[in-house]
C-alpha cells in the first residue's frame, strides 16, 4: 500500500516537471482549439500533490470551482498555473498559523475568474510592485527558483488574461486571474 502510493507520488511529480518543462516554453501561441479541461479533475490531482505539505503543516485547501466545471485552456497550462499559485500559497505560510488556501472559480463579465486567497505571510505594496518579475523572490527561508509567479503571469498574458495580487504584509494575499472565455 505504501509502495503504491509512493509510486503514484513519483508518477505524478514527473507528470509536473515534465510540465513544468514544456510551460516554460511560453512563448508560444495559445492553441484556440485546445479541448475544455475538467477543472475539478486537475486539482483533484494537485491536491495529492500537495497533501504531503499540507498534512506537514495542519494546512486546509478549500475549493469551490462548482460555477466552472470546464477551462478552456491547454491542460498542461492550467495545471501549471494551479500548482504555483497553491503550492505558493502553502509553501509562504505564516509561522505562527497552519496554512488556510481557498480557491474560487466563476465568471465574471466575460472572463473566467480564479482566486487563490491565503493566510501566509502577505507582501508589502513594494513587493506586490514587482512580484511577477524572472527570478523575483522575497523570502528565503524556503527553496524557491523566482520562476512560478513569472510563469503564472506569463501563462495568463498569452492567453489574452492578467494576473493581480492583493496582499497585506502578516495576514495573506489573494491572486486573481482573468481570462477571456
Known sequence: MLLNMMQDAVLRFQRTLVQLSDVLQLHQAHDPVAPPVELATIVDDLRQDLLPAL???????????????????????????LYNLLSNAIKYRHPDRPP???MNCGTQHGFWHLTVQDN????????????????????NHVEGSGLGLYTVKKIVENLGGRVEVHSELGVGSTFSVYIPS
Open 120 to 139: 501566509g505571510l502577505g507582501l508589502t505594496a513594494t513587493q506586490q510592485a514587482s512580484l511577477f518579475a524572472l527570478f523575483r523572490r522575497f523570502h
Open 100 to 102: 488556510h488556501v481557498r
Open 55 to 81: 498534512q506537514q503543516t495542519g494546512g486546509v485547501l478549500e475549493v469551490d470551482a462548482d460555477a466552472c466545471p470546464q477551462v478552456a485552456m491547454p491542460a498542461k497550462s492550467l495545471r501549471s498555473l
